[in-house]
């Protein structure tokens, strides 16, 4: 609610979609650069708060990271209109490109830096860095795709989202490495075809919304604030349900767009791909049961007598798409009929 009674941070944030707009509408590489130009500089303004360290920092990094995934983009682009004619080198060129890119949106092994912003940021922050900041960067990379090069992306994707949220405390580094994890299955949703990509993300900004809208309400950043809430119900049971939803598992709506996925997979023989991204998908479902383990199972009896309901309208919005998401396999189900 801050952002729409502050006319600084509503400026910024219409320019922040604006330039998006502008990168993915425009027809040449230059546009497109100055498009994720106009993207950074908007969005170290919502980040950045001058009475917080962790803030500064975190913007600090951000702007250092994609100053140089900008230039690297800039170059490569320059480098394609000198070398048109020169077809050894397109492949060269092309990877050039898809690196910046996957730099741009924190893919792995370009990750170092997004576990450790998300972590000095607000979950409206870390909302707009998982999923609008990832539009340009994807959008982009599906002008100039290198196959065999992200096909290793996306299997390094999978297994470092899956392995780094083994041992996270923080709740915001928990959902960096998972966003990480998803990234994998996005740029292969990419491959596949637009609509399918535009069908994934859609889904997973759902999801990754109502999460962070829980989190912000609850004011939770780490696991262990989990343990000592005696929270209502209901608040319990849409963790429980957008969690699953998230990690995959079939009766929930997330699972859908995996399955889609895994039946291309399994149609095209791409057996050992469809093994490491089912088996990174079951390590996250893990560490999310353990988020939902210690909410669910540890309430302190000196507590018992402070219960956490919210006094808010959007839980009908969040109660309802928490429906949506157990249906979602059954209306899927009538789709593949």
Same mark, same amino acid.
């Given at each position: 609610?801050?952002? +729409?009674?502050?006319? &600084?941070?509503?400026? /910024?944030?219409?320019?922040? /979609?604006?330039?998006?707009?502008? =990168?993915?509408?425009?027809?040449?590489?230059?546009?497109?650069?100055? @498009?994720?130009?106009?993207?950074?500089?908007?969005?170290?303004?919502?980040?950045?708060?001058?009475?917080?360290? +962790?803030?500064?920092?975190?913007?600090? $990094?951000?702007?250092?990271?994609?100053?140089?995934?900008?230039? &690297?983009?800039?170059? =490569?682009?320059?480098?394609?209109?000198?070398?048109?004619?020169?077809?050894?080198?397109?492949?060269?060129?092309?990877?050039?490109?898809?690196?910046?890119?996957?730099? $741009?949106?924190?893919?792995?092994?370009?990750?170092?830096?997004?576990?450790?912003? =998300?972590? @000095?940021?607000?979950?409206?922050?870390?909302?707009?860095?998982?999923?609008?900041?990832?539009?340009?960067?994807?959008?982009?990379?599906?002008?100039?795709? &290198?196959?065999?090069?992200?096909?290793?992306?996306?299997?390094?994707?999978?297994?470092?989202?899956?392995?780094?949220?083994?041992?996270?405390?923080?709740?915001?580094?928990?959902?960096?490495?998972?966003?990480?994890?998803?990234? @994998?299955?996005?740029?292969?949703?990419?491959?596949?075809?637009?609509?399918?990509?535009?069908?994934?993300?859609?889904?997973?900004?759902?999801?990754?919304?109502?999460?962070?809208?829980?989190?912000?309400?609850?004011?939770?950043?780490?696991?262990?604030?989990?343990?000592?809430?005696?929270?209502?119900?209901?608040?319990?049971?849409?963790?429980?349900? &957008?969690?699953?939803?998230?990690? @995959?598992?079939?009766?929930?709506?997330?699972?859908?767009?995996?399955?889609?996925?895994?039946?291309?997979?399994?149609?095209?023989?791409?057996?050992?791909?469809?093994?490491?991204?089912?088996? =990174?998908?079951?390590?996250?479902?893990?560490?999310?049961?353990?988020?939902?383990?210690?909410?669910?199972?540890?309430?302190?009896? $000196?507590?018992?007598? /402070?219960?956490?309901?919210?006094?808010?309208?959007?839980?009908?919005?969040?109660?309802?798409?928490?429906?949506?998401?157990?249906?979602?396999?059954?209306?899927?189900? /009538?789709?593949?009929?």
């Amino acid at each position: 609610m801050y952002y +729409l009674f502050n006319s &600084n941070k509503m400026f /910024f944030l219409f320019i922040l /979609f604006f330039s998006t707009m502008i =990168s993915i509408s425009s027809n040449s590489w230059f546009g497109c650069w100055i @498009g994720l130009e106009i993207n950074l500089l908007s969005f170290i303004p919502l980040i950045s708060k001058s009475n917080n360290l +962790l803030t500064s920092e975190a913007s600090l $990094k951000y702007f250092l990271t994609q100053s140089i995934a900008s230039m &690297n983009f800039l170059f =490569s682009i320059l480098l394609k209109m000198i070398l048109m004619k020169n077809f050894e080198m397109n492949n060269f060129i092309s990877i050039m490109i898809n690196s910046s890119l996957l730099m $741009k949106m924190g893919s792995t092994p370009f990750h170092f830096w997004f576990p450790n912003i =998300s972590e @000095g940021l607000s979950w409206f922050n870390n909302f707009i860095l998982m999923t609008w900041q990832k539009i340009t960067p994807l959008i982009l990379m599906s002008y100039y795709l &290198n196959f065999n090069f992200l096909y290793f992306i996306i299997i390094m994707n999978v297994m470092v989202g899956a392995i780094g949220g083994l041992n996270q405390t923080s709740l915001r580094k928990l959902m960096a490495f998972s966003s990480i994890n998803n990234l @994998g299955w996005m740029i292969f949703t990419l491959l596949i075809s637009e609509n399918l990509w535009m069908f994934y993300f859609l889904t997973y900004s759902i999801l990754i919304s109502i999460m962070f809208f829980l989190f912000y309400n609850l004011n939770m950043f780490f696991i262990n604030q989990l343990f000592i809430n005696n929270m209502n119900f209901m608040i319990k049971m849409n963790l429980l349900i &957008n969690f699953m939803s998230l990690s @995959g598992l079939p009766p929930f709506l997330g699972f859908l767009p995996k399955w889609i996925v895994i039946n291309f997979l399994m149609m095209n023989k791409f057996y050992l791909l469809t093994f490491i991204m089912i088996m =990174s998908s079951l390590i996250t479902t893990y560490f999310y049961i353990r988020i939902i383990y210690s909410s669910f199972m540890f309430n302190y009896f $000196k507590m018992k007598w /402070f219960k956490i309901y919210f006094k808010n309208k959007l839980m009908n919005f969040i109660n309802f798409f928490s429906l949506i998401s157990i249906t979602g396999m059954i209306m899927s189900t /009538f789709l593949f009929m």
